[in-house]
């Protein structure tokens, strides 16, 4: 039995193909149309999920979509109606798209399928639909390694539910409760990220990477004015300081007032209120995590979480839940937001609509997030002839040695291999990879490759096998959605003159033996890499440690700002042209910077990709 499960329309478009119990494909629009969180119909997405899973689009057993438009429509009237006649502007520009697509969404699908299928619609199987909170819960619970878990849901909104809890048990999914819209933790740290200048639903964890440089001065001010707090972590937030329900904008005047002026203009320069803005934020979300993880673990005597939404790649809180929780284990879908919805939708028809067991297996089943499309060696060649590049072939065996090498000698390696990730983190497929121990390759990286803001933190990619020595971790995170701290021997001290420095001053002050992943505060987002799951990166790790001593390496997105991740050959080249990266790996073909035939320097790309 094969089944297409799909999401779309509203930011994350995807699609994702079981094949009898089993993840088979998965891959979000963006990274072929190369529009950044493409919430078009994923054309392109199924198209490469089905030539995946070898099967024609009339051939499938079901579609499923991963959510419900009429609840949506429903929440979209009721909110309307209960804060009229506020909001009319807003509601005047929803109608026409509601009224001429969303409405009829099966219909819409039916059609933009046939014409992908090149057949009548009447020759497709049928489509299903599942709430969009069932589908974040499914992707949660049906991929983990646990028989039996609480399951935590957490975004903006969904049809109704913000935030949601369920019991695994098996193959089956139990809703227990939810908060409903307006109140939602998602749409709380997004009014922050707008209020601090980033952009909503994009934005978010530069919020998250910004809160270390700042202090939590406004905590109490948030628990006091903007959100009713109970001990148990539901939560109520006075929407009289947010303009979200109704309104084009995240907050209002009010809120302005409240934290002392206007929202600070997009790409303006940061200040220490924006920092303390974020640290506040970060550290209430965190609290609210923690008490509601407590919570279903008290209500339904569960040993295991999972969790999925987008507030769920809040790496940061996940952490802590891990440690100061009450749990055995968590584990989080890598693709948290609503790209994974397309995954949640067809195992939620898999398992709780046909009623088929879930499969018993070691680990989990999304293996290793590594879903999308590969190349082989006649794809690559042809893309990079037409290109002109100028390349060299190494056998499989020497490829690592020779990486290694580079990386060690401070080179920026863009790191393209095997099948392409799925969900927001690089995992090694597609990255760009350096030396963590470089003192220079944070500020090289964020300003000559990625083009992007100084302050984000880069994440490490460590053998799984080692992390503990190098971190405050006791187990995998193989989808860089733990944070933890780096260990107490690497760390360096600061001088009393560097403790005095505030805010962004503190960047360049080196806090470990492995400065460029080591976060103000000693924290990293680590990424375990396994031989199991990605093999060749696993090795280059190994031969990197062999020559370096040290078995970590730095791995970002292989992208520049506001750019989705890189696909093909092609892609990459591109990518790599247009930045100042050193070399390019992709299979068993190298190529270095100075070898290529040289281009006028042109920066008019850039505007190809609306900032993030």
């Known amino acids: 039995m094969r089944i297409l499960g799909v999401s779309a329309y509203y930011h994350d478009s995807a699609a994702a193909l079981v094949a009898d119990g089993d993840l088979v494909a998965a891959a979000q629009e963006e990274r072929f149309s190369r529009r950044k969180h493409d919430s078009r119909f994923p054309r392109h997405a199924i198209g490469y999920c089905l030539k995946a899973g070898g099967v024609r689009l009339q051939e499938l057993d079901s579609i499923v979509f991963y959510d419900k438009p009429l609840l949506k429509f429903e929440r979209l009237l009721e909110t309307y109606l209960g804060y009229a006649p506020r909001g009319l502007a807003s509601f005047i520009a929803a109608m026409p798209v509601w009224l001429g697509e969303k409405l009829n969404l099966k219909s819409l699908l039916k059609r933009e399928l046939a014409s992908l299928a090149g057949a009548d619609a009447r020759t497709l199987p ?120 109704t309104g084009l904008t995240m907050t209002n005047d009010r809120f302005d007032r409240l934290f002392g002026g206007p929202p600070r203009a997009p790409e303006s320069k940061l200040t220490q209120r924006e920092m303390d803005l974020a640290a506040s934020v970060q550290k209430v979300t965190e609290e609210v995590m923690l008490r509601l993880a407590r919570t279903v673990n008290r209500e339904l005597g569960v040993e295991y979480l999972c969790m999925a939404g987008g507030v769920a790649l809040n790496c940061v809180a996940n952490g802590r839940i891990l440690r100061e929780g009450p749990f055995r284990d968590i584990w989080i879908q890598p693709a948290a937001g609503d790209a994974g919805g397309a995954v949640g939708a067809a195992l939620a028809a898999w398992h709780q609509y046909h009623d088929r067991p879930r499969a018993a297996r070691e680990g989990d089943a999304m293996h290793g997030a590594y879903l999308g499309p590969s190349f082989d060696a006649p794809e690559i060649e042809a893309a990079l002839h037409a290109a002109g590049a100028c390349y060299e072939r190494l056998d499989e065996s020497a490829l690592p040695t020779r990486v290694a090498e580079l990386l060690a000698a401070g080179n920026v390696v863009g790191w393209f291999q095997g099948r392409m990730e799925f969900g927001p983190r690089a995992l090694g497929a597609r990255s760009i990879i350096g030396d963590p121990r470089s003192p220079r390759m944070q500020s090289v990286m964020n300003l000559k490759i990625k083009y992007r803001e100084s302050f984000r933190p880069f994440a490490p990619a460590v053998l799984a096998e080692r992390v503990s020595e190098w971190f405050e971790l006791d187990r995998p995170s193989p989808y860089m959605m733990l944070v933890a701290a780096v260990r107490p021997e690497l760390r360096i001290a600061m001088t009393p003159e560097q403790e005095s420095l505030f805010g962004i001053e503190r960047l360049n002050v080196p806090r470990s033996k492995i400065p460029a992943v080591t976060h103000v505060d000693y924290s990293a987002r680590i990424q375990t890499v396994h031989a199991g799951t990605n093999p060749r990166f696993h090795a280059l790790l190994e031969k990197f440690a062999a020559l370096t001593g040290c078995p970590v390496l730095v791995n970002t997105s292989f992208n520049v700002r506001g750019e989705p991740i890189v696909c093909t050959p092609a892609d990459a080249y591109r990518c790599f042209m247009r930045t100042e990266m050193d070399y390019l790996v992709i299979e068993d073909f190298i190529l270095a910077k100075s070898a290529q035939p040289k281009l006028e320097r042109d920066d008019s790309w850039q505007k190809e990709f609306e900032l993030d």
């Open 126 to 245: 049928p489509i299903l639909f599942t709430e969009h909170h069932q589908a974040h819960a499914a992707s949660a619970f049906f991929p983990s390694p646990f028989a039996r878990a609480g399951v935590l849901c957490l975004d903006g909104v969904g049809e109704w539910a913000t935030t949601s809890v369920w019991l695994g048990e098996a193959n089956r999914l139990t809703s227990q409760w939810e908060i409903d819209f307006p109140h939602s933790l998602g749409m709380l740290y997004s009014a922050f990220t707008y209020y601090t200048g980033f952009k909503v639903n994009s934005g978010e964890y530069k919020v998250m990477g910004l809160a270390p440089y700042g202090e939590p001065r406004y905590v109490q001010l948030i628990l006091d004015e903007l959100i009713d707090l109970k001990p148990d972590g539901t939560f109520r937030l006075d929407m009289e300081f947010f303009n979200y329900a």
